[in-house]
């Protein structure tokens, strides 16, 4: 492992940024490494190192709207590979840099399901426990068993079950009180063996399913469907910068609920089990007259308002600028104040 100095990363997070980090490490280990703990290089680099460190997945999840100083540690911690094997399901441990596309692809190919719905997340399989990815009724809390992860201050490793990891919408102890202090090198998830459970509640993978004349799906046809969606609806960061839903879905008390909806009656809101309503925050923005704005280099997606894009040459103070203009808009409008789902820095 060898320090990169002024590396730009404007290759490595999907808004496209052109930001530079002062040091760059790539973290590379493999499954050996992992058998034999031999992780004595990475404990001695981070014993030694007195700067800031900052860890990077596959940069679609942040908005970097300054150079990074200290130390970048880049994970790139490779293996998949089946380590127990039950009647109707598999554990698998995947190195935290692995693609999580791949990862689903690997589970399809190998006819494991439980992941299919979460096809074409991009990032890595590290970063999937910290928002506890989700998409289309299913998070990966519904197959996570356990992860390990490294201390960055001390590079003891530890091992983070289920219950330690206090898994929400698009949360964990991970985005929380561990931000930033732990380097998550391994996840364990449970696959099932066939037959599956397939998941089709989303009624636009039932209607890709139907107009191909699918009535009895496998996990490869969701994926198929998954797949379709998402590219008719998201914009490619490899063609858009961009870095997927910029907010999170608001929470609001079935008072507030009640209210909104004699002010607004065709609100679109989702009665959870807490008693508290979900609004979708792209309705919201939709609303405020955001969807298919751009303002200079930057602006929200015409076919889905959530997203905020980089046109080519924004920075990422100009698309923090259209996020706090957006926020302010529905705080005046509805007042609900959107938090943002993306990291930034
Ligand atoms: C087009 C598009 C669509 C998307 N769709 C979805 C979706 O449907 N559902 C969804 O949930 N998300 C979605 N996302 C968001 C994103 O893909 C996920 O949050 C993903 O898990 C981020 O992974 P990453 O490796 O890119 O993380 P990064 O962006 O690199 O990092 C995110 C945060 O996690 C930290 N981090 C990264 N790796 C580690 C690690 N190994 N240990 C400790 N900390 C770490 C970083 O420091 C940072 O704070 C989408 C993004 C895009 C661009």
């Keep these: 492992m060898k320090i990169e100095a002024q590396q730009s990363l404007k290759d490595y997070n999907t808004f496209g940024l052109d930001v530079t980090a002062e040091q760059m490490i790539r973290v590379r280990l493999d499954s050996d490494d992992y058998r034999n703990r031999d992780i004595s290089e990475l404990k001695k680099i981070l014993k030694a190192n007195k700067q800031r ?25 490779k293996g998949i590979e089946i380590i127990r094997s039950f009647k109707h399901c598999v554990h698998v441990a995947v190195g935290g840099g692995e693609n999580w596309h791949k990862l689903v692809l690997w589970a399809i190919k190998n006819k494991l399901g439980g992941i299919e719905n979460l096809s074409l997340i991009p990032g890595t399989v590290g970063a999937s426990p910290i928002q506890n ?14 992860l390990e992860a490294m201390d960055l201050k001390t590079g003891k490793v530890k091992t983070y079950y289920h219950q330690d990891c206090d898994f929400g919408y698009r949360d964990s102890i991970f985005k929380r009180k561990l931000k930033g202090k732990v380097l998550i090198t391994r996840v364990v998830l449970r696959l099932s063996n066939a037959p599956h459970k397939i998941n089709t509640s989303y009624g636009a993978i039932q209607k890709v399913l139907a107009e191909k004349g699918i009535q009895d799906p496998d996990i490869k046809a969701v994926s198929d469907a998954v797949i379709e969606i998402r590219s008719s609806k998201l914009p490619d960061p490899d063609k858009l910068g961009n870095a997927g839903s910029f907010f ?34 792209g309705w919201l923005i939709e609303q405020c007259g955001w969807k298919g704005k751009r303002i200079g280099n930057t602006g929200s997606h015409a076919q889905q308002a959530l997203v905020i894009v980089n046109y080519g040459k924004a920075t990422g103070e100009e698309i923090k600028a259209h996020a706090d203009r957006v926020i302010k808009s529905v705080v005046e409008r509805f007042g609900i104040r959107l938090t943002a789902e993306v990291n930034i820095y």
Excluded: C, W
Excluded at 133 to 146: M, S
């Design 133 to 146: 990815i989700g998409a289309y009724g299913v998070e990966l809390k519904d197959v996570f068993v356990r």
């Design 248 to 281: 999170k879905n608001p929470e609001v008390s079935a008072t507030k609920y009640k209210q909104l909806l004699k002010a607004f009656p065709n609100i679109v809101a989702y009665h959870l089990d807490n008693g508290k309503y979900k609004i979708p925050a």
């Design 53 to 77: 460190l900052f860890i990077l997945g596959g940069g679609s999840n942040m908005l970097l709207t300054q150079d990074v100083k200290g130390l970048v540690l880049k994970n790139e911690i």
